[in-house]
C-alpha cells in the first residue's frame, strides 16, 4: 500500500505541474499577441527610416565621385577590434532559445581572436550575463530588465554610448545578436552589422525616383543625424523582436512540457491500477488461504 501511496503522491504532483506550465503556456500566448503587434508597428517605421537614410546616402554618392565620405560608411574589411552586443532574456523555461544566442556569440568571437582582433562584450538579459560571467568571461556593458520590457529611451543611451566609442576609433565594428522572431512556431538568430553601416544593405546604385531636395552643405549633417536615429531604432527594434521570439519560444516549450506532464500522468495512472489489481488480488489470496486454513 505505501507503493501505492507513492504512485498517488506523483500523479498528483504531475498534475500540479501540468497546471502550472499549461498557466504559463496561456499567459506567454497573451504577451506573445501584444508584443507581435508591436513589432509590425515597428517593422514599418523602420522600413520608412531605412528608406529616408537611402535617400540621403544616394544623393550623396551621386554628388561626389569617390563615394559617401563618412565615418558611419567606412568600410572595414579587417577589423582589429569588435563590440559584439548581445539580447538575451532574464528569465528561462523558454527551449533552447538563450542557448542558441550564446552560442552564435561565442563563434563570432572565436572567429575574430583567429584574426587576432580584440572583442568587447555589450549584454542585455540576465540569462547571457550569467553565462559568461560563470565563464569568467569579461563584458564591457551589462543591462538587466531591458530585454523583458524594451524601453526607446535606455536602449538608446545604450547604443549611443557604444556607437560614441566607434566615433572616437576605439572600435572598429559593432555587431548586434539577438534570437528573432518569425512565427509562433519558429525563431532563428539575427546578426546585424550597426555600424560601419553596410552599402549592401542600401540600394545606393538604383536610380532615384524622389523629389527630396538636400542642400550641400546640409548632407552630412543630415546624414549623421539619420545614421544615429537608424542605429537608435535598430536597437529598440531588436529588443522588441527578441521579446516576441522569448514569448514563443517560451509558449512552445509550456506546451510541451505540458504534453509530457499529461502522458507521464496516463503512464502513472497504468502503474497505479496495475499495483492497486496486484494489492486486491494479493489480499483475496491471503482471504482464501486463511478460509482453506480453517478447514
Known amino acids: 500500500m505505501a507503493n501505492l501511496k507513492e504512485i498517488k503522491r506523483k500523479i498528483g504532483s504531475v498534475k500540479n505541474t501540468q497546471k502550472t506550465t499549461n498557466a504559463m503556456k496561456l499567459v506567454s500566448s497573451a504577451k506573445l499577441k501584444r508584443t507581435e503587434e508591436l513589432a509590425k508597428r515597428s517593422r ?4 520608412k527610416l531605412t528608406e529616408l537614410l537611402n535617400e540621403i546616402a544616394q544623393k550623396m554618392q551621386q554628388s561626389n565621385v569617390e ?4 565615418i558611419f560608411f567606412k568600410e572595414c574589411n579587417n577589423p ?8 538575451t532574456a532574464d528569465k528561462g523555461l523558454c527551449g533552447g532559445f538563450n542557448a542558441q544566442t550564446i552560442k552564435r556569440v561565442n563563434r563570432l568571437i572565436s572567429e575574430y581572436k583567429a584574426q587576432d582582433g580584440e572583442v568587447r562584450l555589450r549584454a542585455i538579459g540576465r540569462k547571457g550575463i550569467d553565462y559568461f560571467k560563470f565563464n569568467r568571461v569579461e563584458l564591457s556593458n551589462e543591462i538587466i530588465g531591458l530585454s523583458a520590457a524594451p524601453d526607446y529611451k535606455v536602449s538608446s543611451e ?3 554610448e557604444v556607437a560614441d566609442s566607434y566615433v572616437k576609433g576605439e572600435t572598429d565594428k559593432i555587431i548586434l545578436v539577438h534570437n528573432g522572431y518569425v512565427s509562433m512556431i519558429a525563431q532563428e538568430i539575427r546578426q546585424d552589422q550597426v555600424l560601419p553601416v553596410e552599402s549592401s544593405k542600401l540600394q545606393l546604385n538604383a536610380v532615384s525616383t524622389s523629389e527630396l531636395e538636400v542642400e550641400p552643405d546640409d548632407d552630412d549633417t543630415l546624414l549623421e543625424a539619420l545614421v544615429k536615429r537608424y542605429i537608435e531604432y535598430t536597437m529598440y527594434y531588436s529588443l522588441i523582436d527578441s521579446l516576441a521570439a522569448e514569448h514563443s519560444a517560451r509558449m512552445q516549450a509550456m ?16 502503474k497505479y ?14 482471504i482464501i ?3 482453506e486454513s480453517m478447514k
Not at 563615394?67 to 563618412?70: A, F, K, T
Not at 582589429?80 to 539580447?87: A, L, N, P, T
Not at 491500477?273 to 491471503?286: F, G, S, Y
Open 289 to 291: 488461504s486463511g478460509m
Open 158 to 160: 545604450f547604443i549611443s
Open 273 to 286: 491500477n496495475k499495483a492497486r489489481q496486484e494489492a486486491i488480488t494479493t489480499e483475496l489470496i491471503e
Open 67 to 70: 563615394g559617401i565620405d563618412n
Open 44 to 47: 514599418v517605421y523602420a522600413a
Open 80 to 87: 582589429k577590434k569588435v563590440d559584439i552586443v548581445f539580447i
Open 255 to 270: 506546451d510541451a512540457a505540458t504534453k509530457n506532464a499529461k502522458e507521464m500522468v496516463k503512464t502513472l495512472t497504468v
